[in-house]
């Protein structure tokens, strides 16, 4: 079966010229109020974001073409998804439109519209407008009815609803006017393939072919204002989103996650560092606020939030915006509450989980960097003691650093600081050093190490602290004193390898002192231990299945992308894991990143608590960590959560040494 149809029915090719005309004005209102509002974001500081234009353009046409970001959120994400691949249908079946009458039947006398090709057409675009009416009015429901905790409606949300509603549905009294006219009676073949339209024209009342004419050119003028006035109306509305968010799809990071920028302590020009005021955030910074599409999808998941403390990062997005409207020299923390940004665990699972791209951590580490190397603020005075042994003792606890490498003591480890050879080098890190149950799991490590036959390297007295708590507190002086010395001393020992059991050492070594000139390979253990079990290099003795749930730390999951290696491990041991809700890269914060190991947790209730809830929910006896940080929260959480009769806390190093073979 074939069919066509004629493109200008009823209107006339008369109609062609003032279309284009009011087509260009509307591009252009919507463009010069882009340019207008570049004034908005050009307050901040310039930051390269047009590098690698391939790269980032192959980047945007990805996210926005395939919705990924938007669809793996079940609430609502799925019906956004839907109206903007309907819209993406809908957008293509317009141009193609117009190629087809303004350029192949004038020029080239060719007709694509037609035969099956045009049944397809036809019907491709009526199921796609059906679909655009159904996720709209789900949305709908959804915003003004339902109405999710923390989901913000302003008066402007309905008009938005009502003028997309308005769209669709005129074009479809449009298509249902002239297909009364012209199909339903005189190719009812050809009608089928327009299912919406053709229930539209039989709904449509009875009227006589100069009515059915009046009605379908009154709408077709009535539904090109409507989608022109849409288009106009991008950049002054709520509905600047569509634009801002697929562009910042181009203007992401092309970091690796988490790369945070070194500051240049040498500069003499430099008369401040951190953000304190609207002029020293970046651009895009400040674009990312009419990015936001106040889905609130981070805040859901913001560990700090749940748990009831003062910080959104949805708001705070927001909030930079409020403040950029009043001018560049207007003060953030005006706006922005100090407690929030205080609460920030750097957890990463706001910006993992924003379909905008948006950039919340770092702006966190800007103003944190201001309080702390402009202001001398802390969180807490136990911070304040804290980042004071750091400075003396290179560790948090403010014991002596002569006496670091003393858990080691008859082991068979070699001391690499006193130019003894090994094959790796264990950067064990304050806590597996000074704390007596993380020091359980730096013996786990190297009796699994010594029963694969790798020779274990230790620095002792001359490793330092790694610096990650200090920065994520906004001291980056004192990071940058840590790392320098940490840096001399491991290249001194000319080690090529090194394995970490902390995730926060690991994400430090191995991104943020490349900025440093360290350049080391260094993995995580969950990775090297993997690895041994893959090269059949360690063996081990699964022994009777046991049941146990797996906490995926932030720093090793969200910040480096390490699900599989460890669960693989644990399974060779004969482990099962019974998954938590919050798992992958959903998984919860234990509430100790971004320095807040070193700080009371005084605000709302315990994150801590809060994820060993989630873990007691699974009846699996037995938790078990990747992270020193996660191991002393879970066993504080334990102890707070009344979970001790049903529940404890192995770290994965220790489960891995039980079960080694023979």
């Given at each position: 079966m074939g069919g066509t149809r004629e493109i200008y029915w009823n209107v006339g090719s008369g109609v062609v010229l003032p279309m284009y005309l009011l087509a260009i004005a509307a591009f252009a209102l919507m463009a010069w109020g882009v340019w207008k509002r570049s004034a908005h974001w050009r307050q901040g500081r310039s930051l390269d974001r047009f590098n690698s234009i391939g790269e980032r353009t192959k980047r945007m046409l990805s996210e926005v073409l395939t919705q990924r970001k938007v669809s793996r959120v079940r609430e609502g994400g799925i019906y956004h998804a839907l109206f903007f691949l309907g819209f993406m249908i809908l957008f293509a079946g317009t141009l193609l439109v117009m190629l087809q009458a303004d350029l192949l039947t004038p020029v080239f006398e060719a007709n694509l519209l037609q035969g099956n090709f045009y049944l397809l057409f036809s019907l491709a675009l009526d199921i796609a407008g059906a679909v655009m009416i159904l996720t709209l009015a789900g949305l709908f429901v959804r915003r003004f009815f339902v109405k999710p905790p923390g989901l913000e409606t302003a008066k402007e949300d309905y008009w938005i609803h009502g003028l997309l509603f308005?769209?669709?549905?005129?074009?479809?009294?449009?298509?249902?006017?002239?297909m009364a006219a012209t199909e339903v009676v005189q190719n009812p073949e050809l009608a089928r393939f327009s299912p919406v339209g053709l229930a539209t024209a039989r709904m449509l009342p009875e009227m006589t072919p100069q009515g059915l004419s009046a009605l379908h050119s009154s709408l077709w003028w009535v539904h090109l204002a409507l989608a022109l006035g849409f288009i106009a109306a991008l950049p002054f509305t709520k509905l600047k989103h569509l634009l801002y968010t697929s562009a910042n799809a181009f203007f992401a990071p092309l970091d690796e996650r988490g790369s945070i920028s070194t500051i240049d302590l040498e500069d003499e020009e430099a008369e401040?560092?951190?953000?304190?005021?609207?002029?020293?955030?970046?651009?895009?910074?400040?674009?990312?606020?009419?990015?936001?599409?106040?889905?609130?999808r981070c805040q859901d998941r913001?560990?700090?939030?749940?748990?009831?403390?003062?910080?959104?990062?949805?708001?705070?997005?927001?909030?930079?915006?409020?403040?950029?409207?009043?001018?560049?020299e207007q003060a953030l923390l005006e706006t922005i509450d100090e407690e929030a940004v205080w609460s920030c665990t750097t957890c990463?699972?706001?910006?993992?989980?924003?379909?905008?791209?948006?950039?919340?951590?770092?702006?966190v580490i800007e103003l944190r960097r201001n309080l702390s190397l402009m202001e001398g603020a802390f969180p807490g005075d136990e911070v304040r003691a804290a980042v004071g042994n750091l400075e003396v003792n290179a560790n948090p606890f403010g014991m002596a650093f002569a006496s670091r490498g003393d858990w080691a003591e008859g082991l068979d480890v070699a001391r690499v600081n006193e130019g003894?050879?090994?094959?790796?080098?264990?950067?064990?890190?304050?806590?597996?050093?000074?704390?007596?149950?993380?020091?359980?799991?730096?013996?786990?490590?190297?009796?699994?190490?010594?029963?694969?036959?790798?020779?274990?390297?230790?620095?002792?007295?001359?490793?330092?602290?790694?610096?990650?708590?200090?920065?994520?507190?906004?001291?980056?002086y004192l990071y940058q004193m840590l790392a320098q010395e940490n840096i001399e001393t491991i290249k001194a020992t000319g080690i090529e390898r090194i394995v970490t059991a902390c995730p926060h050492c690991f994400n430090t070594l191995s991104r943020d002192y490349r900025d440093l000139d360290f350049h080391i390979a260094t993995e995580h253990y969950t990775q090297f231990i993997h690895r041994l079990v893959g090269e059949e290099r360690l063996a081990l003795n699964p022994a009777d299945e046991q049941l146990c749930t797996y906490h995926d730390s932030c720093y090793l999951g969200r910040y480096k992308d390490i699900y599989r290696e460890p669960r693989e491990v644990l399974d060779a041991a004969g482990w099962k894991i019974t998954e938590m809700d919050k798992s992958g890269r959903d998984s919860f914060c234990c509430s100790a990143g971004g320095g807040r190991i070193l700080a009371e947790e005084k605000l709302g209730s315990r994150i801590n608590v809060e994820r060993v809830r989630q873990a007691a929910e699974t009846s699996a006896p037995v938790?078990?960590?990747?992270?020193?940080?996660?191991?002393t929260m879970f066993e504080d959480g334990i102890k707070t959560g009344d979970c001790e009769e049903t529940l404890r806390v192995r770290d994965l190093a220790e489960v891995i040494a039980e079960r080694i073979g023979d």
């Open positions: 308005a769209i669709l549905i005129t074009g479809f009294l449009l298509e249902g006017a002239r401040q560092f951190g953000a304190a005021t609207v002029a020293d955030l970046t651009w895009k910074d400040i674009f990312d606020a009419d990015a936001c599409m106040n889905c609130k913001c560990p700090a939030h749940v748990t009831e403390k003062p910080l959104s990062p949805m708001k705070l997005i927001n909030q930079v915006g409020e403040a950029a409207a009043a001018g560049r990463f699972a706001c910006q993992d989980i924003c379909p905008a791209n948006n950039e919340h951590v770092n702006k003894e050879q090994a094959d790796i080098l264990y950067f064990v890190g304050c806590y597996a050093s000074f704390d007596k149950r993380n020091q359980e799991v730096a013996r786990s490590f190297v009796k699994i190490c010594n029963a694969a036959g790798i020779r274990v390297g230790l620095l002792g007295k001359d490793e330092k602290c790694c610096g990650e708590p200090a920065r994520k507190l906004g001291n980056e938790l078990v960590s990747n992270c020193p940080f996660c191991l």
